[in-house]
């Protein structure tokens, strides 16, 4: 039987993932995990407090629950790792190094652990960059992303650990507030679009990234793992593409939905940050290897969150 460990589970992406795992696997075996307290998505089902820095509680979680795969998500993103190199640091490698002791030690079937388009830096060939391009970062979580990469190869190659990892681009969903990423914005202007308010945005106006829905990114994740071990050729992290677009342009998408929307531009450190990475992806190896394909464009992703973000107000009220 398929047991799951997520950490990180009250993330964006965490909230999502185990609410879908939940469902595939049972309740029951899907354990959620988070320094933090649970949120309502994560909370219907097994939770435990955990601290990634902390191998032996780690260790006791697997051994208790006779968990088969782990999820690791737990890490210090983009905009807040920048604020504080030395937790991101200890928190995103310590964290990875224990999940991949652990699954080496006790077997474990699979682990998965996301890294980011964070890796690129501003040597990376900005449109359609390839799998294999230099990697680079000019920020503290970008490195960790890196050595994370190769900590994972590494770990498989030696110890032959299942270990499988994407490149996320920025994730957008509305299920869950943002977590201090570069990419936030894209998930925090359909909140003020419904609220009637003005948006202002971090990002200068024609800031192009690659950008994912939720939905795609847990489809992903999934799929990957669900896919044979001899058909994956990367071993470090898959490079996965949905849509790249500017603030300007998710405005104006929203616009068509709301037409009084407005948007404000006050840029800050994070358009920096959001410089040095790459304008679109080359992912033909995820294409290739499991069959890798998107189901949304801006347009239909807008109508969905605008459509379905009213409805998680009124519940989380009630």
């Known amino acids: 039987m398929t047991k799951i460990l997520i950490t990180g589970a009250c993330g964006q992406l965490g909230s999502e993932l185990t609410t879908i795992l939940r469902k595939i696997h049972g309740a029951d075996n899907v354990i959620a995990t988070d320094i933090a307290d649970p949120n309502p998505q994560v909370a219907e089902g097994p939770f435990e407090h955990l601290d990634v820095m902390d191998k ?12 088969t795969e782990v999820y690791h998500l737990a890490a210090l993103l983009s905009a807040n790792a920048e604020k504080n190199i030395d937790l991101a640091w200890k928190l995103n490698m310590e964290g990875l190094l ?41 920020t503290m979580y970008g490195i960790t992303k890196v050595a994370g990469e190769q900590l994972c190869n590494y770990f498989h190659q030696k110890f032959g650990v299942d270990v499988r990892s994407l490149r996320y681009p920025g994730l957008i969903g509305y299920k869950s507030l943002p977590g201090g990423g570069t990419t936030d914005y894209a998930v925090d202007i359909y909140h003020k679009a419904l609220a009637k308010e003005t948006f202002t945005c971090f990002l200068e106006k024609d800031a192009v990234l690659p950008m994912m829905y939720m939905d795609d990114a847990v489809k992903a994740t999934i799929d990957l793992m669900n896919a044979p071990s001899e058909s994956l050729t990367v071993r470090t992290s898959y490079n996965i593409s949905a849509i790249s677009f500017t603030p300007e342009q ?13 948007i404000s531009y006050e840029p800050d450190y994070r358009q920096q940050i959001a410089a040095s990475w790459p304008d679109s992806i080359d992912d033909s190896a995820a294409r290739k290897d499991w069959n890798w394909k998107p189901a949304f464009d801006l347009d239909s992703m807008t109508k969905d969150i605008l459509e379905n973000l009213p409805k998680m107000s009124v519940a989380e009220k009630e």
């Open 56 to 67: 032996d509680k780690v260790e006791e979680l697997v051994n208790r629950y006779k968990v």
């Open 98 to 138: 224990n999940v991949l002791k652990i699954a080496r030690d006790k077997e474990l079937k699979k682990v998965f652990w996301p890294s980011s388009i964070a890796v690129f830096g501003p040597d990376a060939q900005k449109k359609g960059t390839p799998q294999n391009s230099p990697t680079n970062p000019s």
């Open 250 to 262: 998710i405005a104006a998408s929203i616009k068509k939905e709301i037409p009084g929307f407005e």
